[in-house]
């Protein structure tokens, strides 16, 4: 089993539709909790994060832990084209950077 | 203010043969850590170094080394490269200290083993 499990879809949606993407995980020491956006061809770049479970929002993107289910998700409100990407889930232990674990990533496109 | 540098950004190699990947991290940033994805896949954690010295690793064969010069840069060395190995190698930069979850990630280094 892996460490954590992400949907590749794709997921295909038109333009303002909320979106929902989630992962789940095995490991419970995980503590910081993030998402990344990777656009093709380029590198994955931080969207948000969360440390233990709650909820945090920017603008149109909520991020969502729970950690009694060992589960998180991530919502985009009002979705555009330029939101088409893959997005990565991605987890750690403890702090100081030690070691990232990222999910499969799902490809997500917005359609005009 | 550079962000995260990798080079070369394309390279060809065959079975057998051995490569060097180079990352600048991101100013003021004092830990690199290395990533191969897979086409479709997620980034999987190979090791990182802070303090010139491997601090962490993944699941990743003794064939991948790597090093950190006191500047903070960082080499990913792959020796007898298999067809496998074929992958995006992405470095990302980080600061040890205050580490919220942020990684700065270069654009990658694109492998291609035949």
């Known amino acids: 089993q892996k460490e954590v499990e992400q949907d590749p879809g794709p997921l295909s949606v038109p333009e303002g539709a909320i979106v929902s993407l989630n992962c789940t995980y095995s490991?419970?020491?995980?503590?910081?909790f993030m998402w990344y956006r990777q656009y093709s061809r380029k590198g994955p770049e931080l969207l948000m994060y969360?440390?233990?479970?709650g909820n945090k929002e920017d603008g149109r993107f909520t991020a969502q832990v729970d950690k009694s289910s060992k589960y998180i998700s991530l919502f985009i409100r009002d979705s555009q084209p330029s939101d088409s990407a893959t997005y990565l889930c991605?987890?750690?232990?403890?702090?100081?950077?030690?070691?990232?674990?990222f999910g499969a990533g799902t490809r997500l496109f917005v359609k005009a | 203010d550079a962000g995260v540098t990798q080079s070369p950004t394309h390279l060809i190699k065959t079975r057998g043969q051995q490569v060097t990947l180079r990352c600048s991290p991101k100013?003021?940033?004092?830990?690199v850590s290395w990533y191969q994805q897979a086409l479709g896949q997620g980034p999987q954690f190979i090791f990182q170094?802070?303090?010139?010295?491997?601090?962490q690793r993944g699941n990743f064969p003794d064939r991948f080394s790597g090093h950190q010069f006191p500047n903070y840069s960082s080499e990913l060395n792959v020796n007898a490269l298999l067809l496998g190995d074929s992958a995006l190698y992405l470095c990302?930069?980080?600061?040890?200290?205050?580490?919220?979850?942020?990684?700065?990630f270069g654009e990658g280094s694109r492998l291609t083993v035949l």
């Open positions: 990302a930069s980080s600061l040890r200290q205050g580490w919220v979850g942020e990684l700065f």
């Open positions: 490991n419970s020491a995980f503590q910081y």
């Open positions: 969360t440390y233990s479970s």
């Open positions: 991605a987890m750690s232990a403890d702090t100081g950077g030690f070691k990232t674990i």
């Open positions: 100013s003021g940033h004092d830990t």
């Open positions: 170094y802070y303090e010139e010295e491997e601090r």
